[in-house]
């Protein structure tokens, strides 16, 4: 069941995003009849976590024209919707942090296929206004169902720690799930992928227009979204690093927490990077950028992931030895 509930959460995901907008292509039924569906399936999950806990979140204030949206517009279709990530915190960077939000769908929601549509309407909107913010937005608003709080496995409460509520209900509850996915998993995946890469030539995580990141700068002239987006990965390292050795804390606490322990060569440059940026024309990687990354970027990734799975399996190894 819990494979069909992630499955779900991920055709939800997808079904809410612009990412979704080919369907309209054969008419305004086919939206309606993927609804259905997704209706259909939410009915039959009934998963249960372990021991209700929850995570305080401050509330947003002022306005803006995000969370007069949420407040007039998304409200009726969601239950709570919260702003996490470098714009809760105030340590963005103009035109390079994207918005990161993460938000609930009751079930009554799910369970209409009529109000599924009018969300997706809505959520597509609203990604629009994301990308007047960020163009290289490569994710929409992350959303959960109710139910995905009762058997909870998806981003980390944690990150909801420095988080900004735009629909303030009190803490949000959830139950871990028993058998829960790890930081370890998400490396390993992504070694997987640059794996690929270094035999390939072809970085295919989040691709522009179906073009993936070529490597040693190949196609610097359309291939700044996909860059931004592997490094925006390599700079998640250190949280996932922390995560995996039972040290989970938030992303902006991790960088110095973690630096002792992993070698920071290539998310220092990513650092630079993004402190540094200021536009670029289309698609192109500035030659200031390609200056700092070097060309073997592809490279230095994959050997940062390698020393950082290997060091957390060395620490989980000896946690377990030692019964912690």
């Given at each position: 069941?819990?494979?069909?509930?992630?499955?779900?959460?991920?055709?939800?995901?997808?079904?809410?995003?612009?990412?979704?907008?080919?369907?309209?292509?054969?008419?305004?039924?086919?939206?309606?009849?993927?609804?259905?569906?997704?209706?259909?399936?939410?009915?039959i999950?009934?998963?249960?976590?372990?021991?209700?806990?929850?995570?305080?979140?401050?509330?947003?204030?002022?306005?803006?024209?995000?969370?007069?949206?949420?407040?007039?517009?998304?409200?009726?279709?969601?239950?709570?919707?919260?702003?996490?990530?470098?714009?809760?915190?105030?340590?963005?960077?103009?035109?390079?942090?994207?918005?990161?939000?993460?938000?609930?769908?009751?079930?009554?929601?799910?369970?209409?296929?009529?109000?599924?549509?009018?969300?997706?309407?809505?959520?597509?909107?609203?990604?629009?206004?994301?990308?007047?913010?960020?163009?290289?937005?490569?994710?929409?608003i992350?959303?959960?169902?109710?139910?995905?709080?009762?058997?909870?496995?998806?981003?980390?409460?944690?990150?909801?720690?420095?988080?900004?509520?735009?629909?303030?209900?009190?803490?949000?509850?959830?139950?871990?799930?028993?058998?829960?996915?790890?930081?370890?998993?998400?490396?390993?995946?992504?070694?997987?992928?640059?794996?690929?890469?270094?035999?390939?030539?072809?970085?295919?995580?989040?691709?522009?227009?179906?073009?993936?990141?070529?490597?040693?700068?190949?196609?610097?002239?359309n291939?700044?979204?996909?860059?931004?987006?592997?490094?925006?990965?390599?700079?998640?390292?250190?949280?996932?690093?922390?995560?995996?050795?039972?040290?989970p804390?938030?992303?902006?606490?991790?960088?110095?927490?973690?630096?002792?322990?992993?070698?920071?060569?290539?998310?220092?440059k990513?650092?630079?990077?993004?402190?540094g940026?200021?536009?670029?024309?289309?698609?192109?990687?500035?030659?200031?950028?390609?200056?700092?990354?070097?060309?073997y970027?592809?490279?230095?990734?994959?050997?940062?992931?390698?020393?950082?799975?290997?060091?957390v399996?060395?620490?989980?190894?000896?946690?377990?030895?030692?019964?912690?």
């Amino acid at each position: 069941m819990d494979q069909l509930q992630d499955s779900l959460n991920a055709m939800i995901n997808w079904f809410l995003d612009d990412r979704s907008l080919a369907l309209d292509t054969e008419g305004e039924h086919r939206p309606q009849d993927i609804a259905k569906h997704l209706s259909s399936v939410y009915r039959i999950i009934n998963n249960e976590g372990g021991e209700m806990e929850q995570q305080f979140v401050g509330q947003f204030k002022g306005q803006s024209p995000i969370s007069e949206y949420v407040k007039y517009e998304l409200y009726p279709y969601v239950s709570r919707f919260f702003l996490h990530g470098s714009y809760a915190t105030g340590d963005f960077i103009k035109g390079w942090s994207d918005v990161d939000t993460f938000a609930v769908i009751p079930s009554d929601v799910m369970e209409s296929p009529a109000r599924l549509v009018k969300l997706r309407e809505k959520s597509i909107r609203l990604k629009e206004m994301f990308y007047d913010i960020c163009k290289f937005q490569h994710h929409g608003i992350i959303y959960v169902t109710e139910k995905d709080l009762n058997n909870y496995d998806y981003m980390p409460p944690i990150v909801l720690k420095r988080a900004k509520d735009f629909i303030p209900a009190g803490p949000i509850c959830y139950r871990l799930r028993r058998d829960k996915r790890n930081a370890l998993d998400n490396l390993r995946g992504r070694q997987r992928v640059v794996r690929e890469a270094l035999k390939t030539g072809e970085y295919k995580h989040h691709p522009y227009k179906g073009v993936g990141l070529k490597t040693r700068f190949r196609n610097a002239d359309n291939g700044m979204y996909q860059l931004h987006c592997f490094l925006a990965y390599v700079m998640l390292v250190p949280a996932l690093f922390l995560e995996a050795v039972g040290r989970p804390c938030h992303k902006k606490e991790s960088f110095e927490l973690a630096r002792p322990y992993i070698d920071y060569t290539l998310i220092d440059k990513a650092s630079n990077i993004r402190a540094g940026w200021v536009g670029n024309k289309g698609n192109v990687i500035p030659l200031w950028v390609q200056d700092i990354l070097g060309p073997y970027y592809i490279e230095e990734f994959s050997t940062l992931i390698d020393s950082v799975i290997g060091r957390v399996e060395r620490v989980q190894l000896s946690q377990t030895s030692t019964g912690r």
